[in-house]
């Protein structure tokens, strides 16, 4: 059978009444634990998990499978509205899209962010059907150098992120790695800046950290220029993006989406790379006039194009390798063996009815999402009407709602308000919370590929370039140092000749 | 008097126990698992606590209580009311390894818990990538004798059962290995896998797949005796390494001071709800095997492997430090 058929077939599966219903289900209740911050995807898969029990595997996956790309689709929703990245995947799509919230342009941004997420979503379904075997092979050869040297790529590149200076980006880049480094240490079990208290040997929870830099600092910041804070609810404006916009963004959406599928790939952490890597490429290439970093509608398409297209093909990993990137993906891995099915290289010929029926669910399910999420927009930006004074409270309660049911913690929520007393601090010095969060969550990753290569290698630090994956994103790491540093230079030059 | 007064005390405290043991559970259970959502032990809670809702007619519910080297979850268990309203499912990881492995350890087996039944028990495997020369155990400790040092295996993590049966199996062959850990079973077979690293001792439900896609070959189990998965796979004292067993499994454990009567009506249907055909095919999904016991059987086994881990701890120098 060609990939044509295997789609035909999988339509077969996911259109079933039965189907069609659970993937409903799971894109509704995504959309809502999306939304709402107190509940997060993890949770609701977990309790949902005993029902499926009783389900067959491939309703079973199709609704959990909705939940997760569902929650994508809601979690951007309070990203924008209200400054809160439910998903490190969403921490970028903060930087615009809160900014044209507050100029009063919430509409299309939501807009974009549904549409983007559409069009990259039936996109990476393609890529699936057509590529996962291949991939996966790509995928399991990725070595410990590998992720090393695309990591240091994602901090180099980070920089980008912030609107300031160069300097503040990189020593919030150092700042986020030496957080992400609280914990236990992986290669010797260690606990590093555990200070004695058993919550911290995991480390700082990321939710928290999301809550308090971007959440909490964001209404304390508010609340200080109080004379803003009703410009908010008096501008509605639009709902949907005009032809313009959505001109403008196509191109964008376009590649995001290509370059969303390709890190998407990758076990763990790909669709964060895909949303910044998206926005800074987005940041470089674009025609003026550009505003991003204060609500340019590109700045929105771009993460969340890439981060929904690499939430799709982040199946591939898990379907064919079991390496879950996230813990949503590690609930549906364990559902998957509970109904007797270990996800791995040959689920797709042992399985095809729910390989191909999950494929083809995606596409189905990601146009309910279109048609669920576009309606609601109205609904989301009355939301802003609300007088902030009556906002506030409710985003300091969702904060500590969302932070304490990750682990059922109170220490989780003592760590909100310290990060957010922190948090405060930095943003009074100009210092942006984005590129400290790739910091945050690349940082460890680094550290534990860079100790595992040294340590299989014996020492020797040639295979990072011998190794060819390796040594390109090397390759381009310089590249965009160079990039970063020429113009610097040229200007500091031009300076010293008009003296 | 005072006998009498002993006596009467005695009976008034049985009387209601036998009655309580009778109507129990009357609220939902709690059954604390010190992992995430997800994982192999959360997965056998989760289908367990479904088991014991249909039977008991209460709910069951698993509250996950991750984080601090199961720290956090065996102390919430231990510190729970000893009534039968909160057990706690532990792995061979809190319950005989970590209290060697820790100078630190807040919570103390023998003194904190009292052993209910056993629960699951999954295999662990040595296994070697397709493009690696090892086709046996032999062919691993002859490679390792030459290069000593020089191998590189890779396991679930550091202080896990798998490094510890890696340091026994150096001990016992007098060879010496790398010890590779990575964050959790999937990502350390998908490195066997891909063959960045040639060797790996993890669990055989994690390799299966790659097993039968050809990526990894499986060198020997570390079980008593073979696997229920794979009848020709030696098993490693087979294959000429001495003593060196082990595997990953789960116990279910009650407050220290529950009633025994509690103990036992519990105990009772947990034996019951493993022997199910549902559960036990759920169990084979996931790789485990349902295992039931005695309380008295789970604390011999408990015994027995803390004891030679804590010396192979010691022997080997493994250190969380």
Known sequence: MDTLSHLAFGLGVALTWQNLAYCFAGCLLGTMVGVLPGVGPVTTVAMLLPFTFGLGPAPALIMLAGIYYGAQYGGSTTAILVNIPG???????TIDGYQMARNGQAGPALGIAAIGSFIAGCFATLVIAYFAPPLAEIALNFGPADYFSLMI????????????????????VCF?????????DVNSGAIRFGFGRPELTDGIGFVALAMAFFGITDVLLNLEQNQNQDVFAARIGRILPSVAEFRQCMPTIGRSTVLGSILGILPGGGALLASFA???????????????????????????????????????????LGVPSNPTMAMMIG??????????????NERPDLFWGLIASMWVGNLMLLVLNLPLVGLWIRLLSIPYRMMFPAIF??????????????????????LSGVGYILLKLDCEPAPMVLGFVL?????????????????DASVFVTRPISAACLVATVLVLVAMVLPTLRQKRDEVMVE | MSRMRNLIAAVALLLPLGAYAQTYPAKPVHLVVPYAPGGSTDLAARVLAAKLTDMWGQQVVVDNRPGGNGFIGMVAGAKAAPDGYTLTLATVGEAAISEALFDNTPYNMARDFVPVSMVADADLVLVAAKESPFNSVQDVLDGAKKQPGRLSVATPGAGTISQILLEWMSLNSGTKFQHIPYKGGGPGAAAVAGNNVPLGILSASGVTSYVKSGHVRVLAVFGTKRSSLDQSWPTLIESGVKDVTGSTWAALFAPKGTPPAIVEKINKDVVTALKSDDLIARYAGAGSLAVSSTPDELAARMKRES??????????NIRSD
């Open chain 1, 87 to 93: 998903e490190s995947s969403s921490v970028v799509t």
């Open chain 1, 153 to 172: 790529l994602g901090l180099v590149a980070s920089v980008v992120l912030a609107r300031g200076s160069l300097i503040k980006a990189i020593a919030m």
């Open chain 1, 176 to 184: 986020g790695i030496l957080l992400g480094l609280v914990g236990t």
């Open chain 1, 278 to 320: 998206a926005y800074m490429l987005e940041k470089k290439i674009a025609k003026p006039p550009c505003s991003f970093g204060s609500g340019d509608i590109r700045g929105v398409a771009a993460p969340e194009s890439a981060n929904n297209a690499g939430a799709q093909t982040s199946f591939i990993p898990m379907l064919t």
């Open chain 1, 335 to 348: 559902a998957l063996m509970i109904q007797g099915i270990t996800p791995g290289p040959g689920v797709m």
């Open chain 1, 397 to 418: 309660v969702f904060c500590c709602i969302g932070a304490y049911s990750v682990n059922s913690e109170v220490f989780d929520i003592y760590t909100v308000a310290a």
């Open chain 1, 443 to 459: 940082g460890p990753m680094l550290e534990e590929n860079l100790r595992r290569t040294m340590m299989i290698s014996f020492g």
């Open chain 2, 307 to 316: 004891d030679s881990y804590r010396s192979i701890i010691k022997a080997a």
